[in-house]
């Protein structure tokens, strides 16, 4: 093991960790006590790996990540379907990955569960198979992933969340504390409960992401036919596309809204 550390550039490697010699390990590396990390698995430049942490499988980790106490990074699928074979788990840069967190790859051959950049998974957040995490999104402490569940740019995820499998949230939506997500959440908007719904747009966080007042005033105007008209989606849709300015919000917003396969959580 000292030999293997001694051959990677500034990789440090506590003396209880055990590494595979097929792992490849970028410069600056730091692998702490009783860490695990085995077969194939990357890890990019300069990431943490902190004690007692798994990482296996199929598992590529970017540049700057930091890895604590207890996190289990790709094993294998909790899914019923898994009947062996590669699947993949593929992490970004600068993600921050807490304690006991646990993350699986894909459930058939040559599928893939992804992490993007600047994510923060709280303490015990759980990342289920075939996911698609994007970038700047937070999971709090125990928030619950099932399969196949997309989560766009810069939404937030409450803790003690569970969201149902094949759910997509939105950019920028953000989802209160102990909710059931069984539907989509469209982008920008707040929603809360068991079962989740809305009750108006994540205003703060909109304002934080440089959206301008106009834009979240249209936004407002939008969530009020959405969800307070009675209409359909599909009818609402028509309304909002006819009534409110194309901004790039309210694009996205609608695009959401035509690619839903859910429905949304009204």
């Known amino acids: 093991m000292e030999k293997f ?14 590494v595979h010699p097929d792992a490849g390990l970028g ?12 077969g194939t698995v990357k890890i990019g430049d300069r990431t ?24 289990v990074v790709g094993s294998i699928t909790q899914d019923k379907k898994y009947e062996g074979g590669t699947s993949y788990l593929k992490i970004g840069n600068r993600n921050k990955i807490r304690e006991y967190v646990t993350i699986n790859p894909g459930t058939k051959e040559g599928t893939e569960t992804i992490i993007g950049d600047d994510n923060l998974l709280m303490a015990y ?17 125990s928030a619950t992933l099932a399969g196949h569940v997309i989560i766009d740019d810069r ?77 359909s989606v599909k009818s609402a849709v028509v309304k909002i596309q006819e009534e409110i300015p194309a901004s790039h919000p309210i694009q996205t917003l609608l695009q959401f809204l035509r690619e839903s396969e859910r429905g949304v959580s009204r």
Do not use: W, Y
């Open 155 to 231: 939404a937030i995820v409450g803790g003690l969340v569970g969201v149902h499998q094949f759910v997509r949230i939105g950019t920028l939506a953000i989802i209160g504390g102990c909710s059931k997500v069984v539907q989509d959440v469209p982008p920008f908007m707040l929603v809360d409960g068991h079962p989740a719904k809305a009750f108006g747009i994540n205003s703060v966080g909109l304002e934080r992401a440089g959206v301008s007042k106009e834009e979240r005033a249209q936004l407002k105007k939008a969530f009020k036919v959405l969800f307070r008209s009675g209409l």
């Open 125 to 141: 957040s759980h990342v289920a198979h075939d996911c698609i995490i994007k970038n700047h999104v937070t999971l709090a402490n």
């Open 48 to 71: 943490s790996v902190g004690s007692r942490v798994t990482i296996e499988g199929n598992t590529t980790l970017g540049e700057e990540c930091e890895i604590f106490t207890g996190a």
């Open 27 to 38: 410069e600056d590396v730091e692998i702490g006590p009783f860490s695990i990390v085995t």
């Open 5 to 18: 550390a001694n051959n990677l550039k500034g990789v440090r490697i506590h003396p209880t960790a055990i």
